[in-house]
Structure formats: structure tokens, C-alpha cells
T-cell receptor
Framework: DAKTTQPPSMDCAEGRAANLPCNHS???????VYWYRQIHSQGPQYIIH???NNETNEMASLIITEDRKSSTLILPHATLRDTAVYYC????????????FGAGTRLTVKP | SQTIHQWPATLVQPVGSPLSLECTVE??????LYWYRQAAGRGLQLLFY??????ISSEVPQNLSASRPQDRQFILSSKKLLLSDSGFYLC?????????????FGAGSRLTVL
């Protein structure tokens, strides 16, 4: 799996967009970008994934740069309940083996 | 729809006692199954994963073991617990193939070893 780099922590004001960056400069052509989040005392929750096109679902948007070396997870209107650790993971799609989580970014949404 | 059940939710065990955590998945077949541990204030550590009955891969050598006696059942065990085994244990499942990287986690089991 390609290595990812995320800032350790970020703050965001409630109601504003939260933009969480992820660097994956060694990503290969068949690797997807996956995002999860972990709210305190809960298991991680899948958010979204993409290959090269931007993706949007009910939770978030994923913007992947044209060269695919970085991506940004966007929470359009952050709420206090979005306070969590956000993980960016890069993997080939059909990988049935170990799924590892790095340190992630701790997002704190402030009132 | 698919559901994942994990129990017990919390337990307090003395050092040297055995451990058994159980995880079952409903509504799917032949899932990938995972056990993770999270120590207090730390990141997620992958302990075991399984792609089929009786197929267990261990990521970290330790006094824990895992078994998959049935397709949708994953058990984490220890014969003698250590203080360092305290933590939040999470079971997860994913589909095989294209959905392999979309994991769904259980509610977790919080273990305190005294």
C-alpha cells in the first residue's frame, strides 16, 4: 500500500467546511484512496473512496488532484459531531488482506 | 442488511486469566474478518485477519490467538492475560473482492486487565 501523510490535528469552526488533506505521492495507478473516521470510543466508520474522479456522498466529498498525489476530504458544514480522527488509506481495490490505519488527523470542530 | 455483533461489551479480568471475545456477522457470506486493538490514547493495531474458515493471519506475535470456526464467526482468545492486553478490541468485516477495503466495525469490547 502506498504511504500516506496527514497533518496530526486540525480545528474547524462549526458550520464551516472542514478540508482534510492527505498526501500520497507514491500512489500507483490501481490504488484507490479511502477515508474513514473514528469518533471517540467507537470503531472506525467508512466515509468515501475514489480512484481519480471526485466523489460525493451524503457524508462528504473527496477531491483527488489530477496527478493523484494528494487528496482532500471535505465536510461541507461541519458539526460538533464531526469531531473525530480521520484516516486516509491508499490500497488496491481487491486487497483482501491486512487493512492498516495510520495516525490520521484529529479534527476538532469548535462552536 | 448486514450486521456485526461483538461481545462482551466490557469486561474486567485478572492477570493470568483466560479471554474469549466473540464476533459474528449476519446477512453476508464468506466475509473477510478482522480483529484490531486500540490501547488508551493510541492508534489502531491490526491483530488478526481471516479470508476464510480456518485461515488466520497474525500481524503481531503475542499471547493472543484467533479462530474462525464458522464462516461468519471470529473469536479472539488468550490463555493467560497480561496487563498490556488491556484495551479496546474491535472486530470488523468486509466483502471479498471489490468491496474488500470497505470495513464495517462492531461496537467494540473494552478489556481491563488488573
Amino acid at each position: 500500500d502506498a504511504k500516506t501523510t496527514q497533518p496530526p490535528s486540525m480545528d474547524c469552526a462549526e458550520g464551516r467546511a472542514a478540508n482534510l488533506p492527505c498526501n500520497h505521492s507514491t500512489i500507483s495507478g490501481n490504488e484507490y484512496v479511502y477515508w474513514y473516521r473514528q469518533i471517540h470510543s467507537q470503531g472506525p466508520q467508512y466515509i468515501i473512496h475514489g480512484l481519480k474522479n471526485n466523489e460525493t456522498n451524503e457524508m462528504a466529498s473527496l477531491i483527488i488532484t489530477e496527478d493523484r498525489k494528494s487528496s482532500t476530504l471535505i465536510l461541507p458544514h461541519a458539526t460538533l459531531r464531526d469531531t473525530a480522527v480521520y484516516y486516509c488509506i491508499v490500497r488496491v481495490q481487491h486487497n483482501n488482506n491486512d487493512m492498516r490505519f495510520g495516525a490520521g488527523t484529529r479534527l476538532t470542530v469548535k462552536p | 442488511s448486514q450486521t456485526i455483533h461483538q461481545w462482551p461489551a466490557t469486561l474486567v479480568q485478572p492477570v493470568g486469566s483466560p479471554l474469549s471475545l466473540e464476533c459474528t456477522v449476519e446477512g453476508t457470506s464468506n466475509p473477510n474478518l478482522y480483529w484490531y486493538r486500540q490501547a488508551a490514547g493510541r492508534g489502531l493495531q491490526l491483530l488478526f485477519y481471516s479470508v476464510g474458515i480456518g485461515q488466520i493471519s497474525s500481524e503481531v506475535p503475542q499471547n493472543l490467538s484467533a479462530s474462525r470456526p464458522q464462516d461468519r464467526q471470529f473469536i479472539l482468545s488468550s490463555k493467560k492475560l497480561l496487563l498490556s492486553d488491556s484495551g479496546f478490541y474491535l472486530c470488523a468485516w468486509s466483502r471479498q473482492g471489490a468491496g474488500a477495503n470497505v470495513l464495517t466495525f462492531g461496537a467494540g469490547s473494552r478489556l481491563t486487565v488488573l
